[in-house]
């Protein structure tokens, strides 16, 4: 990617600066170059995707490198975003604008991230909801973005999916406008609105047991990811083990040919 120009570094900043971190912004680079902030910005977000207590504070390169590769894999990676290892090691050795190379790219991936997760959830396509703009572009602030969200996440995606849903259940829509049933007289007789609420809480159903099922096949995946993680740290624990043993052993036999001479 280009460099930025100085408008969207501009944005780029007064984004940052928005977003609550739990340490004072002195020089980007420095701040961001062993990925914890850029997890807290993701978290800030998505608090779901994010378990920040994996990133701990390092001065290290290779304490740097392994928490820029945890954020990579387990998170990064589900919001669709492959962060390369050399803009890893850029960002770790504090070269000027690599840190914001990345972070925009960043704000690019989860707003197309937030668009797809909302149209998935909807039942509409996202090429007919428009993605969703990077928040700094849309000139709110992230904290009005995220109470937005919030909000969309429940009547109003209800409401959304009454309206456009391409298929409505049949059994409901063939009541509703070819009335192939025997209506009562009378006071009981099922009124316009009476159909249209049956159909709305069908509706609702539907939404609820769809959000359920994606919350669920993510933690399964979060689940797998970590499973994946500990083995490998098994693996190398068995191995610094077998190295100690070794080790113990050949020391064993130094002293045994010594104490023999």
């Not at 779901?48 to 392994?66: C, D, F, G, I, W």
């Not at 590769?69 to 990676?77: G, Q």
């Not at 080790?247 to 064993?252: D, G």
């Amino acid at each position: 990617m280009a460099g930025l120009t100085d408008q969207q570094l501009q944005r780029l900043y007064t984004w940052i600066d928005e977003i609550p971190l739990t340490r004072p912004k002195r020089n980007i680079s420095r701040d961001f170059a062993d990925g914890v902030l850029c997890a807290e910005v993701v978290a800030h977000y998505f608090p779901r995707l994010v378990e920040l207590h994996n990133y701990p504070s390092a001065n290290s390169t290779q304490q740097k490198m392994y928490n820029w590769n945890t954020l990579n894999s387990k998170v990064l990676r589900k919001i669709g975003y492959n962060l390369p290892k050399d803009d890893m090691e850029a960002v770790i050795q504090c070269r000027p604008g690599a840190i914001e190379k990345v972070l925009y790219s960043l704000q690019q991936k989860m707003a197309k991230y937030r668009a797809r997760r909302s149209s998935s959830r909807s039942g509409t396509p996202t090429s007919a909801r428009g993605a969703s703009p990077a928040p700094s572009e849309r000139g709110a602030s992230p904290r009005s973005v995220r109470s937005d969200l919030s909000v969309q996440s429940r009547k109003p995606r209800v409401v959304t999916s009454v309206h456009r849903a391409p298929s409505p259940a049949p059994s409901v829509m063939s009541s509703v406008q070819n009335q192939h049933f025997e209506q009562p007289s009378g006071p009981h007789r099922a009124t316009s609105a009476q159909l249209n609420s049956a159909y709305d809480r069908h509706t609702m159903h539907q939404e609820v047991d769809q959000e359920i099922l994606v919350e669920k096949e993510q933690t399964i995946s979060e689940l797998r990811e970590t499973v994946e993680i500990l083995e490998l740290q098994i693996a190398k624990l068995k191995q610094l083990v077998r190295l100690k043993d070794s080790k113990i052993t050949k020391l064993q036999d130094a002293l045994s040919r010594k104490m023999e001479a």
